[in-house]
């Protein structure tokens, strides 16, 4: 004799489910309604992400503690060209990204030798503006919903 198949039936959880997943879409909707509201959204979550491992990481490696001394003898001798880690020279290195350590320390009006988290401010801003690029880059491929969430 061949069983009758039970109907499936919702259960509370299977409800909340639905119920947020409807809020989730509602939320992305409201994010996604102008280009301002959206690239917001997008800067607060990428610094509600990157911002506690900046103030409370120390120096992890010892390329940064390299860069960051380097920095902090390149304001202190005001030779901006001649980048030197101790008595060596950092010649294969890019001067950019010491420039605008020496910028972030200058700006901070800390005194020398400034703390790690200062140094790290121009990689959270570099990071913040690749969030960005991925929202722009997304653009073509979908609407504004599409690239939030991209």
Known sequence: MLETATPIQTTPIGKRSI???TNVEAIFDWLSATHLRAVVALLLLALACFLPGQASIPAIDRDEARYAQATTQMLETGDFVDIRFHDKPRHYQPAGIYWLQALAVRISGAELPAPIQIHR????????LIVLLAYWAALPLGDRRVAVIA
């Not at 401010?121 to 913040?128: D, Q, R």
């Open 19 to 21: 119920i947020l997943a």
């Open 121 to 128: 401010v121009p990689s959270l801003i570099g990071a913040c």
